[in-house]
């Protein structure tokens, strides 16, 4: 690609990426979905199971928040997929791929516009959990750091939603889909519970699960972890930003050039 | 004249099905193509493979000079598109809908922002620019998606079905519109399922069936082959219908049609309300109770049967095509003067 056609898509994908802020704000559902259900997530798991589970030398609710910061935002990321099976069902793509403009600019922005909708999600979960006792313990830079390793790999999911969101018939397909990815993806982890107490061949898939891994560096980087609770021992949890960043490396990498080949034949169905 | 834009033996398969096969057109510049046919005859897969939107399986298509399938971008640059539904976006205003489309043809902000409002203004759609769309009826959605077409002034526009599912109002308003496009050199592919559309707006008529051409030409040379109005008459029992029937065959210029299920017998004349009058006179004489008697003009029906001697629903059933095909009736207007 030279250096125009970047340019071309980048612009593209920001008028793309307005266009699906602007829907956010016009759809009661949409907007509801981004900020009621991240404040509704934190008060449940932490006033219900709160009580209930018990993490040495820690508090469980900052065990658990950056865990639901994790299981957010790929939820979030999963509008990905539903926002265009609901394009091409409506026949917006078909208006999209009449026009002389870039190729991969509907998929850049619609991925832009979901982080930055996961940016206002992580926002309203972050001030609602310093509300109910989270605490950020660490520098101002590493938790910067771990707000972006959580959007990052947010963002690498939004791809494979893409992915997904064209080769399927209808938006409702997506939804039920990515429920029944994502509920065992984030549940099968270290996101509500610490893994330890798993049954062995579960405990390996968890630690092994790039959702545990950027959930355990988002602790580490919020400060959010414990000397007397260390880290299991498998290296994808000795090393978790090393290994999320290896994951979004690879999810970009495959789905990407998928999304933009299935892009250019999705057809109005 | 330079044809702006020419398929030759386009063909699209879908599985066991042929929605074109081996369809050839072309349009000179500055003219308008009507693109006549049923449900499921092929209309908008052609629209789609012109507008880059569709590989064809088969054959080749050039539009303005560009070919479709090497050369997309050069096309999308040249066209305008109005699909068959409108493909407005329901949670922007009218404004923002144009505005966006100006930005993505790459007209930049103010242009974009000025074009926008000029065609909300031509399109009587400025008093509801700044409403969402979800709050339009069909007919103003339909005309933000022509003027959606229209934002980078394409030389060439594609319209597929553009006034089906209008109200008359709606249908002589959008006439309207599109007369006005064409007198400013616009070269236009429409495609309709009405004859009387194409007679109004097209210099040329392509009938199509099966993804095939089975008629061309301009409309008065269509209806020459078809036959002017038909005078259609219901009568009150079977047992009428034979005398009926040879009552209208003495006045008819072409064969007459019997449809025994509904007592309706359809003769293609010349004469117009005089005929009409006469043959009121002769079934009268002969006893003839007469239910419903219309005299209408040819609709695409009447293409068909004339033109492949049955109409076009009885031929898929004929054939046994069109597996998973709409229905396929050719819903026909009817200017009747009851
Ligand atoms: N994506 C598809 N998959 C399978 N069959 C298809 C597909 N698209 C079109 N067809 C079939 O191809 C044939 C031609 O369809 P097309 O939409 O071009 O017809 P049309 O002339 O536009 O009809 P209508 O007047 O109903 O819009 C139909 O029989 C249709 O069922
Ligand atoms: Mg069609």
Same mark, same amino acid.
């Given at each position: 690609?030279?250096?125009?056609?970047?340019?071309?898509?980048?612009?593209?994908?920001?008028?793309?990426?307005?266009?699906?802020?602007?829907?956010?704000?016009?759809?009661?559902?949409?907007?509801? &979905?981004?900020?009621? %259900?991240?404040?509704? &997530?934190?008060?449940?798991?932490?006033?219900? &199971?709160?009580?209930?589970?018990?993490?040495?030398?820690?508090?469980?609710?900052?065990?658990?928040?950056?865990?639901?910061?994790?299981?957010?935002?790929?939820?979030?990321?999963?509008?990905?997929?539903?926002?265009?099976?609901?394009?091409?069902?409506?026949?917006?793509?078909?208006?999209?791929?009449?026009?002389?403009?870039?190729? %991969?600019?509907?998929?850049?922005?619609?991925?832009?516009?979901?982080?930055?909708?996961?940016?206002?999600?992580?926002?309203?979960?972050?001030?609602?959990?310093?509300?109910?006792?989270?605490?950020?313990?660490?520098?101002?830079?590493?938790?910067?750091?771990?707000?972006?390793?959580?959007?990052?790999?947010?963002?690498?999911?939004?791809?494979?939603?893409?992915?997904?969101?064209?080769?399927?018939?209808?938006?409702?397909?997506?939804?039920?889909?990515?429920?029944?990815?994502?509920?065992?993806?984030?549940?099968?982890?270290?996101?509500?519970?610490?893994?330890?107490?798993?049954?062995?061949?579960?405990?390996?898939?968890?630690?092994?699960?790039?959702?545990?891994?950027?959930?355990?560096?988002?602790?580490?980087?919020?400060?959010?972890?414990?000397?007397?609770?260390?880290? $299991?021992?498998?290296?994808?949890?000795?090393? $978790?930003?090393?290994?999320?960043?290896?994951?979004?490396?690879?999810?970009?990498?495959? &789905?990407? $050039?998928?999304?933009?080949?299935?892009?250019?034949?999705?057809?109005?169905? | 004249?330079?044809?702006?834009?020419? +398929?030759?033996?386009?063909?699209?398969?879908?599985?066991?099905?042929?929605?074109?096969?081996?369809?050839?057109? +072309?349009?000179?510049?500055?003219?308008?193509?009507?693109?006549?046919?049923?449900?499921?005859?092929?209309?908008?897969?052609?629209?789609?493979?012109?507008?880059?939107?569709?590989?064809?399986?088969?054959?080749?298509?050039?539009?303005?000079?560009?070919?479709?399938?090497?050369?997309?971008?050069?096309?999308?640059?040249?066209?305008?598109?109005?699909?068959?539904?409108?493909?407005?976006?329901?949670?922007?205003?009218?404004?923002?809908?144009?505005?966006?489309?100006?930005?993505?043809?790459?007209?930049?902000?103010?242009?974009?922002?000025?074009?926008?409002?000029?065609?909300?203004?031509?399109?009587?759609?400025?008093?509801? +620019?700044?409403?969402?769309?979800?709050?339009?009826?069909?007919?103003?959605?339909?005309?933000?998606?022509?003027? *959606?077409?229209?934002?980078?002034?394409?030389?060439?526009?594609?319209?597929?079905?553009?006034?089906?599912?209008?109200?008359?109002?709606?249908?002589?308003?959008?006439?309207?519109?599109?007369?006005?496009?064409?007198?400013?050199?616009?070269?236009?592919?429409?495609?309709?399922?009405?004859?009387?559309?194409?007679?109004?707006?097209?210099?040329?008529?392509?009938?199509?069936?099966?993804?095939?051409?089975?008629?061309?030409?301009?409309?008065?040379?269509?209806? +020459?082959?078809?036959?002017?109005?038909?005078?259609?008459?219901?009568?009150?029992?079977?047992?009428?219908?034979?005398?009926?029937?040879?009552?209208?065959? *003495?006045?008819?210029?072409?064969?007459?049609?019997?449809?025994?299920?509904?007592?309706?017998?359809?003769?293609?004349?010349?004469?117009?309300?005089?005929?009409?009058?006469?043959?009121?006179?002769?079934?009268?004489?002969?006893?003839?109770?007469?239910?419903?008697?219309?005299?209408?003009?040819?609709?695409?029906?009447?293409?068909?049967?004339?033109?492949? *001697?049955?109409?076009?629903?009885?031929?898929?059933?004929?054939? *046994?095509?069109?597996?998973?095909?709409?229905?396929?009736?050719?819903?026909?207007?009817?200017?009747?003067?009851?």
């Amino acid at each position: 690609m030279s250096a125009m056609t970047i340019q071309k898509a980048l612009g593209d994908g920001a008028i793309v990426a307005k266009r699906n802020l602007i829907k956010i704000k016009r759809v009661p559902d949409l907007l509801v &979905f981004s900020t009621m %259900s991240p404040i509704m &997530f934190i008060l449940l798991f932490a006033y219900v &199971f709160g009580s209930a589970i018990h993490v040495p030398g820690l508090s469980y609710r900052e065990f658990l928040i950056p865990g639901i910061f994790a299981q957010t935002v790929i939820f979030g990321a999963t509008i990905t997929g539903a926002g265009l099976a609901d394009d091409i069902q409506k026949g917006i793509i078909d208006r999209f791929r009449s026009l002389p403009m870039s190729r %991969s600019a509907v998929l850049v922005g619609r991925t832009t516009s979901d982080v930055l909708n996961n940016v206002l999600v992580i926002t309203i979960m972050s001030l609602t959990g310093l509300a109910v006792g989270w605490r950020i313990r660490s520098s101002v830079f590493e938790a910067a750091g771990g707000f972006l390793l959580l959007l990052l790999f947010a963002y690498a999911i939004s791809w494979i939603m893409a992915w997904v969101g064209l080769i399927v018939p209808t938006p409702e397909v997506v939804n039920n889909a990515s429920f029944m990815i994502i509920f065992p993806l984030t549940f099968v982890a270290n996101t509500f519970v610490p893994t330890n107490g798993f049954p062995h061949g579960l405990r390996a898939i968890a630690n092994w699960n790039p959702v545990s891994s950027v959930t355990q560096a988002a602790r580490e980087l919020f400060g959010n972890t414990s000397d007397k609770f260390p880290a $299991p021992k498998d290296w994808s949890l000795q090393h $978790p930003v090393l290994y999320t960043l290896a994951w979004v490396v690879l999810l970009l990498a495959v &789905f990407i $050039p998928l999304s933009v080949r299935q892009y250019k034949r999705a057809a109005s169905r | 004249m330079v044809d702006v834009i020419r +398929a030759t033996g386009l063909v699209k398969t879908y599985g066991e099905l042929r929605a074109l096969d081996g369809l050839d057109l +072309a349009v000179p510049e500055g003219t308008v193509l009507g693109v006549l046919g049923p449900n499921g005859a092929g209309k908008t897969t052609a629209v789609r493979i012109l507008t880059t939107l569709l590989p064809a399986d088969a054959g080749s298509a050039e539009v303005a000079g560009f070919d479709v399938a090497r050369q997309p971008g050069k096309v999308r640059e040249q066209i305008g598109l109005s699909g068959q539904y409108a493909a407005v976006d329901e949670y922007l205003t009218g404004y923002e809908n144009l505005d966006m489309v100006g930005r993505l043809y790459g007209l930049g902000a103010r242009r974009s922002r000025e074009r926008a409002r000029e065609l909300l203004e031509r399109f009587t759609l400025a008093e509801s +620019a700044d409403r969402p769309v979800k709050t339009y009826s069909g007919g103003m959605r339909r005309r933000l998606d022509l003027a *959606g077409a229209l934002v980078a002034q394409p030389a060439v526009l594609f319209l597929d079905e553009p006034t089906t599912g209008l109200d008359p109002r709606g249908r002589t308003d959008m006439w309207e519109v599109i007369v006005e496009l064409v007198k400013s050199g616009t070269t236009l592919l429409l495609t309709t399922q009405y004859l009387e559309e194409a007679d109004r707006l097209a210099d040329d008529i392509l009938v199509i069936d099966h993804g095939r051409a089975i008629a061309q030409g301009t409309a008065d040379e269509l209806k +020459a082959q078809v036959g002017g109005e038909r005078v259609e008459i219901v009568v009150g029992t079977p047992a009428d219908l034979a005398s009926a029937q040879a009552v209208l065959a *003495g006045l008819a210029d072409g064969p007459v049609v019997v449809d025994e299920h509904t007592r309706r017998i359809t003769a293609p004349v010349k004469g117009g309300a005089g005929v009409l009058m006469e043959a009121l006179r002769r079934l009268d004489t002969e006893g003839v109770a007469v239910l419903d008697v219309a005299l209408r003009r040819p609709t695409l029906d009447d293409v068909f049967l004339t033109l492949t *001697g049955h109409a076009a629903e009885a031929e898929e059933q004929n054939k *046994g095509k069109g597996k998973g095909r709409k229905p396929t009736t050719a819903q026909l207007e009817e200017t009747s003067t009851r």
